[in-house]
Antibody
Framework: EVQLVESGGALVQPGGSLRLSCTGS????????MNWVRQTPGKRLEWLSG????????HYADSVKGRFTISRDNSKNTLHLQMTSLGTDDTALYYC???????????WGQGTLVTVSS | EIVLTQSPAILSLSPGERATLSCRAS??????LAWYQQKPGQAPRLLIY???NRATGVPARFSGRGSGTDFTLTISSLEPEDFAVYYC??????????FGPGTTVEIK
């Protein structure tokens, strides 16, 4: 059974940084490109970033380019999202996800909550 | 960036009725359009990919059609578990991948 488990969400002050992680199991992790998607308090879904199976190719939404960095450690079946210069607009539930097609979201974790507030 | 518009925002129907949801793209996405269902407290679930292909395990009452800029998700006869929020998502021109704002299907 495919499982994705996110962690690292927290309450952080504006301007702060946070690192999210997502551990995958039940599938060949290194075979699949992975993504981060967030859901705002208003329930909007926003794709943030994607990374190829090898980790060599990355893509970002303009809203996070230069502030967020996606990476992966295939030896540990783990995906990361390093987030810096966080603002209140970054408050959201952050999901990792992947699909049989790229970029598509067949499988999702349960999400990890990031709250940016002073 | 391709903007997806969904209509209506809210669809009020009774169990057994037919639901028709619309998604319109600001530019052509050919057939690279997916639909997701989300229930409260759950992650989204992929229903339809590439406009008309049902994902694994999705009941046959869900169907999708369309190409270019206009797409439709139809639920032929609503079951109680189908009342949820539905999002469309395009991967025709990316980055960025974009999602629509969602349509809520609520019990009338």
């Amino acid at each position: 059974e495919v499982q994705l488990v996110e962690s690292g969400g927290a309450l952080v002050q504006p301007g702060g940084s946070l690192r999210l992680s997502c551990t995958g199991s039940g599938f060949s992790f290194s075979t699949y490109a992975m993504n981060w998607v967030r859901q705002t308090p208003g329930k909007r879904l926003e794709w943030l970033s994607g990374i190829s199976g090898s980790g060599e190719t990355t893509h970002y939404a303009d809203s996070v380019k230069g502030r967020f960095t996606i990476s992966r450690d295939n030896s540990k079946n783990t995906l990361h999202l390093q987030m810096t210069s966080l603002g209140t607009d970054d408050t959201a539930l952050y999901y990792c996800s992947f699909g049989e097609l790229f970029p598509q979201f067949d499988y999702w974790g349960q999400g990890t909550l990031v709250t940016v507030s002073s | 960036e391709i903007v997806l518009t969904q209509s209506p925002a809210i669809l009020s129907l009774s169990p057994g009725e037919r639901a028709t949801l619309s998604c319109r793209a600001s530019q052509s996405v050919t057939n690279y359009l997916a639909w997701y269902q989300q229930k409260p407290g759950q992650a989204p679930r992929l229903l339809i990919y590439d406009a008309s292909n049902r994902a694994t395990g999705v009941p046959a009452r869900f169907s999708g059609r369309g190409s270019g800029t206009d797409f439709t998700l139809t639920i032929s006869s609503l079951e109680p578990e189908d009342f949820a929020v539905y999002y469309c998502q395009q991967r025709g021109k990316w980055p960025p991948v974009t999602f629509g704002p969602g349509t809520t299907v609520e019990i009338k």
